[in-house]
């Protein structure tokens, strides 16, 4: 029969030679191999002290975003649930009333937000579906909770900090990689 | 009472309860369990009597070597209590008197025997001090020693090439 | 021959039950500290970095898994035999720590007027009383396994108990040919005959490599965990213990390997012996006490280098097959042990006649 690819070996099965028999030599080798590996660089990385570098298109929790004067960005169109595969968004629209012009940018504004973080596949269509900007995707990936009524996430576990206010915060939740659309 | 009486008071209690229950208990393994016990307490007599040389090959040999492989066998048989066969009744009654046979031979030999003035050498014996017992073995009974582990070597090579099979 | 029950010579008494508390609780830390250097070897050599959490450089990692030991649910299957499932790992753990009775630590310390033998018994029977309580230690494998009920329980202890008799065989006959250059079982003399000159080891290479590998058969090391061959067994005879029980049984096989290392480095390495110095004259100029010290940490040093082997050849080399251990053990050691001691006794014979034939 032919070979389907040119990688396969053919296996030897010749009695074992004396040298062979008797272990030593091979059990002197294998030995070597691992005490040299004990003084190897260790790629191990310190997971919470250190962290690897993320890729430019990772994918993590969703943040709202707000735009330059602080104000939220959402709308509540509802695109973003439209376009979730896994329909873990909803929301509730409320009207802008007088008086609150400098917390929401447009008349209508999301009441409710919540993303159930158990359901959601982090595919990021939200963000690609979102006309305002409005959601994105984060670095931040690694959640724990007593309970799985504590992963649905609201809005105020997504809304980002208030640039004006909380200007450190607010770079640290952007992110390194982050220069939102 | 001195030390060596009462550990010797103690290993004979030991032992022979331990005789006694290798008999009577129903499970097997139970049996051998309490033989090791013997084998044990009748290796610490040998220490009383200052033979530390067959203490500790006793201990080798038969609570080590001889009662593993008893153990063994017996785990690999099924004891379950369902397959055990009856036992006939011709088959005890039997038994009995061989036994109660063996007992009375033991009670007239010892009961001639003076016993009485050949004590134990509790703690003073030096033949069983493994300097001693070399000089005898190889001195006086070189020829049926060597042909003894002759023959232990051959049973030793005999297991090998059956194993080669 | 005849003093009163209970007069005994309280100075001993006291001497000896202080030196077995030390001995004994210095080999359960040793084990202890086993895990930890176990781990981290296996580590090192897997390129990784291993324990580093509790304390500084995962120091208090022992402490940390004795405890979540300790908290684990204790269970005993309701089909075991449970006088004999408790047993088990008594066994285990009394006869790992019965060894270390005849190993001579030291030379002797000086103090309160006396000289106080780093030993906790010279019996002139010192090698076989070894040999003696190993052959007990098949018991705490066998009993536990076949306690259990478990099938896959009794099939590694049934392994256990065959592979360990085999193996004692060829420890036994590699040593006898030590025992005829020494003339002495009691290892004080055998180490006594090592100070200041060759080592057994040179004498014995082959006896040496013997009873290594037996050695580990002996302490159910890898390559020849036979017992415990997780892929098989699922977890060999300790697989229905549960908490400290199944503690001791892990410990036990540390223990017998901190033991076991202390006996080659006394048998074949000069024990206490610190090399390239002259003991005795070292004792006159500095006093008999720093000797004594200098000479227990020499020992010391020697048995964890055999403990670092130990980790190294089980993170190194794959585990036998049971076909192949067997072949090893009855085809392989066995007919070396007996040439090497036809062999040693032959150069014996040669040397008393002066070299003639």
């Known amino acids: 029969m032919n070979a389907l690819t040119n990688r396969s070996k053919t296996v030897e099965r010749k009695p074992m030679t004396f040298w062979e028999k008797i272990y030593l030599p091979a059990i002197a080798k294998g030995m070597s191999i691992t005490f040299s590996h004990i003084f190897k660089k260790k790629p191990t990385i310190n997971y919470p002290e250190q962290t690897r570098p993320f890729s430019p298109v990772f994918r993590g929790l969703q943040v709202l975003n707000r735009d330059e004067e602080g104000r939220e960005r959402c709308t509540a169109c509802g695109l973003c649930a439209v376009a979730c595969p896994a329909e873990a968004i909803t929301m509730e629209a409320a009207e802008r009333l007088p008086g609150e012009e400098n917390l929401y940018r447009e008349e209508k504004y999301a009441a409710k937000y919540e993303i159930n973080m158990l359901r959601c596949i982090f595919c990021g269509l939200c963000e690609e579906a979102c006309p305002k900007d409005a959601v994105y995707l984060s670095e931040t990936f690694a959640t724990a909770n007593y309970n799985r009524q504590s992963f649905i996430y609201g809005k105020k576990d997504m809304l980002i900090p208030h640039p004006k206010l909380q200007p450190e915060e607010y770079e640290r939740a952007k992110g390194l990689r982050v220069n939102p659309k | 009472m001195s030390t060596t009486h009462f550990l010797f008071w103690f290993l004979s209690v030991l032992a022979i309860f331990s005789a006694i229950m290798v008999v009577v208990s129903k499970n097997p393994v139970h049996s051998v369990l309490w033989l090791i016990i013997v084998f044990i307490t009748i290796s610490g007599h040998y220490i009383l009597m200052n033979a530390q040389f067959l203490f500790i090959v006793n201990l080798i040999v038969y609570a080590g070597a001889i009662m593993v492989l008893f153990l063994y066998v017996i785990m690999l048989m099924d004891l379950n209590a369902d397959s055990e066969p009856q036992k006939n009744k011709w088959l005890k009654i039997a038994g009995v008197i061989g036994g109660g046979a063996l007992l009375l031979v033991l009670v007239a030999a010892l009961k001639d025997a003076d016993i009485k003035n050949q004590l134990a050498q509790t703690g003073s014996g030096q033949i069983g001090l493994i300097h001693n017992l070399g000089m005898a073995l190889f001195n006086d009974y070189v020829v049926p020693f060597e042909i003894s582990s002759i023959l232990f070597l051959s049973a030793m090579v005999g297991a090998v090439v059956i194993g080669k099979k | ?357």
Not at chain 3, 43 to 68: C, E, M, T, V, Y
Not at chain 3, 70 to 84: H, R
Not at chain 3, 107 to 123: E, K
Not at chain 3, 332 to 346: K, R
Request: charged share 15%; proline share 3%.
């Open chain 3, 1 to 357: 021959m005849h003093e009163m029950f209970l007069i005994i010579d309280w100075a001993i008494a006291i001497e000896k039950l202080v030196l077995i508390a030390v001995i004994v609780s210095l080999s359960l830390v040793v084990a202890m500290y086993e895990t930890y250097a176990e781990r981290k070897i296996a580590a090192f050599i897997q390129d990784r970095r291993g324990p580093s959490r509790a304390g500084p450089f995962g120091i208090l990692q022992p402490l940390a898994d004795g405890l979540k030991l300790f908290m684990k649910e204790e269970i005993v299957p309701n089909l075991s035999n449970k006088f004999l499932f408790v047993i088990g790992p008594g066994l285990a753990m009394l006869t790992a720590m019965m060894t270390s009775a005849v190993v001579p630590w030291s030379s002797h310390l000086h103090a309160f007027g006396r000289d106080i033998d780093l030993q906790i018994a010279d019996v002139n029977i010192g090698i076989l009383y070894i040999f003696g309580v190993v052959s007990m230690g098949v018991y705490g494998v066998m009993i536990g396994g076949w306690a259990s009920n478990n099938k896959f329980s009794l099939l590694a202890a049934i392994r256990g108990a065959s592979q360990i008799i085999s193996y004692e065989l060829a420890m036994g006959l590699s040593l006898i040919a030590l025992l005829m250059l020494s003339g002495s079982l009691s290892l004080r003399t055998i180490v006594e005959q090592q100070q200041d000159g060759w080592y057994y080891v040179f004498y014995q290479p082959l006896g040496f490599l013997i009873f290594l590998v037996c050695a580990f058969a002996e302490c159910n090391r890898t390559p020849f965990d036979l017992s415990e061959a997780e892929s098989e067994l699922n977890f060999g005879y300790h697989q229905e213990y549960s908490s400290m029980k199944l503690g001791f049984y892990l410990f036990a096989e540390y223990v017998n390997m901190f033991i076991s290392s202390a006996v080659m480095a006394t048998i074949f390495f000069g024990g206490y012996d610190i090399p390239f110095v002259n003991d005795a004259n070292f004792g006159a100029q500095h006093g008999q006490n720093l000797l004594a010290t200098l000479q227990g940490l020499s020992l010391f040093i020697k048995v964890v280098i055999f403990i670092f082997f130990f980790i190294w050849v089980r993170w190194t080399i794959p585990r036998f097959r049971y076909d192949q251990l067997m072949n090893l053990g009855w085809k392989g050691l066995i007919p070396l042990a007996l040439l090497n001691m036809l062999v040693t006794g032959f150069v014996i014979l040669l040397k008393q006649n002066n070299w003639h034939f």
